[in-house]
């Protein structure tokens, strides 16, 4: 591939071809000089960070039916009490503790009706869910069991995650950088330019799928009390980079 080639190449990368105008002031007139600099090139480089969760959360609630949406309601807010304050025993701050959905319904009996007749009114179904958010990741297993033992009929989760997510990313910065100062010198070198200047940086991240949820088996304990088996795994972090250089003659 020739010298003229590879230039073309770096060409077609760039964006934008930057053409700055420098003004000089003689007597009351401007002189204007054009300078041409080189093609811009941009690319991004993505680092990804796994560790272990530092925090988890689960979802946890009681499904009460009574013939009154009132005494429904009120036989669910007796058991939801119960939920909560084993959640509190087992260490869960009240700010950790949040209502995510409640839920009043009429519920019917379609079962063993002749043609034509209706659906036999049974009464009212309330389903009150909370979400508690802890740090003790060893304890997840425990705490599921107590939640259940006060009565919790919804399980959900858990879900890992950690508690300040751009700290995990501080390493992933430099390595980034490294990567793309390699990565910007090879274009320009096999560009036939001389080397490469950063011109900008930005940044994005997401973070990644978790690794799959656990199956918790909600099931009681045996004889040896062991509790409900919880693997936290790993949970992952995406730094995205952009960067812009400028090729170099």
Aim: hydrophobic share 40%; proline share 7%; no cysteine.
């Amino acid at each position: 591939m020739t010298k003229h080639m590879l230039t073309a190449m770096a060409s077609a990368l760039a964006l934008t071809a930057a053409t700055p105008v420098l003004a000089q002031q003689q007597g009351g007139s401007t002189v204007t000089t054009a300078t041409v600099q080189g093609p811009i090139l941009s690319f991004s480089v993505n680092e990804e960070v796994r560790s272990r969760p530092d925090q988890a959360t689960v979802g946890a609630g009681v499904t009460t039916t009574a013939p009154t949406a009132v005494e429904a309601m009120r036989l669910n807010a007796a058991a939801m009490d119960k939920l909560v304050a084993a959640a509190k025993a087992r260490g869960i701050k009240a700010e950790d503790i949040q209502t995510s959905g409640i839920s009043l319904s009429p519920q019917y009996d379609y079962n063993n009706q002749g043609p034509g007749q209706p659906p036999r009114f049974i009464g009212y179904q309330v389903s009150n869910t909370v979400r508690a958010t802890t740090p003790k990741i060893d304890d997840i297993g425990p705490l599921l069991d107590a939640l259940v033992a006060a009565g919790g009929t919804n399980i959900d989760g858990p879900w890992f995650g950690m508690k300040d997510a751009d700290a995990q990313l501080v390493g992933a910065r430099g390595a980034a950088i490294k990567a793309a100062e390699a990565k910007a010198a090879d274009y320009a070198r096999l560009a036939g330019f001389r080397g490469a200047e950063l011109v900008s940086i930005g940044e994005g991240s997401f973070g990644g799928p978790m690794p799959p949820m656990p199956m918790v088996r909600l099931q009681a304990m045996d004889a040896a009390n062991k509790a409900t088996p919880v693997e936290p795994g790993q949970v992952s972090n995406t730094l995205t980079l952009s960067f812009q250089y400028r090729l170099v003659k």
